[in-house]
């Protein structure tokens, strides 16, 4: 049987993993500056994260939610106590894109609406509901056009944004923490108090992605919050499981479960759960949060003096470097000549870099190294 072929790949097999490096089946080492899409959060292999799911899965690895699961509750008041919304609840699920499409549902039941305020460039998955906020039409096969309404707005253009909210038809307003295939473009910090004003007023479900940008990546927990704001939903995943398939979201109390309203089979299990809290755990231990913020200033000072460097977008260890010229070439010679994985993103002239966070800067500062070497 042949594979779906809808996947371009570098030609690499990958057979192990340690720390912020993999290993292909030539044993040639490559340092990971890309997480297999932001999601290695604590790194790979983690001694906490093998222990942790090893231990889960030698007493149960999985039952559905028909039945009590403690470990969830466990879950919930690590994730309350690191990311300060101690009010809100969690539905687990088990991917990105779920998590957008139960946060769209959710701010439908709420606000008997269903019109959605997203914005140019964003990406909030491959399903249908997430397609049709992301703005992509490529994307989208003929069933998944027009099942609701959306608009599409500017980010950070506030004249727009006061426009559309300010409708009696709009459910939601979904907005990623920092955009991560459009290219490591982000919400002002006034633009996300705004947002989250104008919503509060016209009784808009403010949805925060923060699949990529959340969990540590940016310095703060989640990147909205470096805008001291709080928002009705916020949808995870990526770096909550550190590679196993974890998703969820935090719904504000004002959100009323009933019976059947969400469901799902495989989330929340007993072995996404361990994953879960060996990452929360890890966070904490090793104060992670702090160590990204000081490896993501040094980084950034080396690599500011490079003149054919446009900008540096993003925050903390999501960052992306752009070019005035497309970086797929220099992305290969990272890769065969120096043996480093970057990323790329709808921006054709932007490396995306996404590292394990607990990279050291001895351990990262081989990438500054060989980008002053190619781009000479």
Known sequence: MSLFNVYPRFDITLTRAKGVYVFDSNNQQYLDLYGGHGVISIGHSHPAYINQ??????????YSNSVNMPIQEVLANKLAAQSGYHNHQLFLCNSGAEANENAIKLASFHTGNKKVIAFHGSFHGR???????????????????DNFPVEFIDLNNVEQLADAVNSNDVCAVIVEGIQGVGGLNAPTEDYLKLLAQLCKQNSVVLIVDEIQSGYGRSGKFFAHQYAGIEADIITMAKGMGNGFP??????????????????????????ACAAGIAVLDTLADEELLKHVIQVSKWLINELQPITKIKAIKGKGLMLGVEFDFPVKELRTALLNDCYI???????????????????????????SIALKEILA
Do not use: C, W
């Open 53 to 62: 799911v090893t231990a889960q899965l030698e007493k149960i690895g999985y």
């Open 127 to 145: 399903t249908a509901a997430a397609l049709n906020v992301t703005d992509n039409p490529k994307l989208s096969a003929p069933v998944n056009l």
């Open 246 to 271: 974890v998703g969820g979201l935090l719904i504000h109390p004002d959100i009323k479960p009933e019976h059947g309203m969400l469901a799902t089979t495989f989330g929340g299990n007993h072995l």
């Open 341 to 367: 994985l970057t990323g790329a993103s709808a921006n054709p002239n932007l490396l995306r870099i996404l590292p394990p966070l607990p990279i050291k800067i001895d351990e990262i500062a081989p990438f």
